[in-house]
């Protein structure tokens, strides 16, 4: 994302029927509880809200959509443009046939598999395991537990900066290893997911097994941002942190999770500026020790 100077555009509350605010904290809707403010973060009443608000901003400044803030670093210098939060008018999730679900960009992956496993439709209980929304994980190419959104995604709608809306079929997004080519700003509005027949009992079964999995490898009760680093091609990220002698690493506020070494933690008074230099850190001591250039797969947004 650009953090440079902005043109001046004239934005105000009045242009919107939903919740328009300048300067927003987005702190307390990040899971990390850190970093600056949006200089203006949108809440849209519905679909055409914010089709019309962004038509007339004509892309002129920067947009970002922010789900439930779980894969993300919000830089202490807050973010420009406009942040675009999804609410509950976008979390519907409907049955379109017996294989297929329509969800809004603001569903949780665990309100997808649980509707999933109530229509009887398997092969999606894996985005149980994913914490964020039907937006993210579609950008991002999310997955968990050996699967991921390339193998279930029939097509996605999306509406781009300057408010024009396309629909686009799985192979247009040209997905890699948690990667797509949607372009920076654009907002998934509703995607369709594909699975298959299956028992309720069993896809419900297996969501229970990913759940305790979870629970029991992942430092949930912490504020984190997810799994931190992608994992290198035949490898794990935290096999790579852990050898490097990472494990309980510190920065300031900022720990690397002595649960899981691909989990960065902000223990109580972490800056922003503190868990990304705690990653790049990581990374600096893998390269060094594992001769192994490590990703980010955590987002990292905003000014420094």
Request: charged residues 25%; hydrophobic residues 40%; glycine residues 14%.
């Amino acid at each position: 994302m650009d953090t440079g100077e902005l043109p001046v555009v004239d934005i105000s509350p009045d242009m919107v029927r939903g919740k328009l605010t300048k300067d927003a904290p987005l702190a307390p809707l990040v899971w990390f509880k850190s970093g600056g403010c949006a200089d203006w973060l949108f809440e849209p009443a519905d679909i055409e809200d914010l089709r019309n608000f962004l038509g007339r901003l004509g892309g002129s400044v920067p947009v970002m959509a922010l789900g439930l803030g779980s894969n993300l670093i919000v830089r202490d210098g807050g973010v420009p443009g406009v942040v675009v939060r999804l609410g509950k008018p976008f979390t519907r999730v409907e049955v379109e046939d017996e294989v297929t679900l329509r969800c809004g960009g603001g569903a949780s992956g665990i309100l997808v598999a649980s509707n999933a496993r109530d229509a009887g439709i398997a092969g999606l209980e894996f985005l149980r395991g994913i914490p964020g929304t039907v937006g993210g994980f579609v950008k991002m190419n999310g997955g968990a537990y050996g699967r991921e959104v390339a193998d279930i995604l029939v097509d996605c709608d999306v509406v781009l900066p300057d408010g024009e809306s396309v629909i686009l079929p799985v192979a247009d997004l040209r997905y890699t290893y948690r990667h797509s080519v949607l372009p920076d700003g654009a907002i998934v509005l509703s995607a369709r997911f594909r699975g298959q027949p299956g028992d309720k009992a069993a896809i419900g079964a297996e969501m229970d097994r990913i759940a305790a999995t979870r629970e029991e490898s992942q430092p949930l009760r912490s504020k984190t941002g997810g799994s931190t680093f992608k994992n290198p091609p035949g490898d794990k990220a935290w096999r790579l942190v852990d050898a490097a002698g990472c494990r309980g690493l510190r920065l300031g506020g900022a720990q690397v999770s002595e649960k899981h070494t691909n989990f960065l933690i902000n223990t109580g008074n972490a800056t922003s500026a503190d868990i990304e230099g705690l990653g790049e850190e990581v990374r600096g001591r893998v390269r060094k020790s594992e001769g192994v250039d490590l990703e980010w797969e955590i987002q990292r947004v905003g000014r420094p």
